[in-house]
């Protein structure tokens, strides 16, 4: 098992920045992938940010330029650091760890953390 805290929502004016941070319970090192996802009320859960074994990232397109995701070892932690907020951004967010069985992948969410962004 895995436990994932997450902290650093909040609300912020469009063009603000946040930085999440998502703490877990285990050395990062047993992570296939580590990512930030986010659900707006209404839509579904979509990928943030991600960074894959090997320190690979990908983000979607809408935060490109705008999101960092980063992770500390030493601290078992994962960043999110979101740079020029709008407010389509406002949604919960969502850290997700990923470990790489065999035959299986195991994931493990966070309990979330609100961002508001307000125009």
């Known amino acids: 098992q895995v436990q994932l805290v997450e902290s650093g929502g909040g609300l912020v004016q469009s063009g603000g920045s946040l930085r999440l941070s998502c703490a877990a319970s285990?050395?990062?090192?047993?992570?296939?992938?580590m990512g930030w996802y986010r659900q707006a009320p209404g839509k579904q859960r979509e990928l943030v940010a991600v960074?894959?074994?090997?320190?690979?990232?990908n983000y979607a397109d809408s935060v490109k330029g705008r999101f960092t995701i980063s992770s500390d070892n030493a601290k078992n932690t994962v960043y999110l650091q979101m740079n020029s907020l709008k407010p389509e951004d406002t949604a919960a967010y969502y850290c997700?760890?990923?470990?790489?069985?065999?035959?299986?992948?195991?994931?493990?969410w966070g309990q979330g953390t609100q961002v508001t962004v307000s125009s």
């Open positions: 960074i894959i074994s090997g320190g690979v990232t």
């Open positions: 285990k050395s990062l090192f047993r992570f296939y992938a």
């Open positions: 997700n760890v990923k470990i790489l069985n065999t035959t299986y992948v195991e994931n493990y």
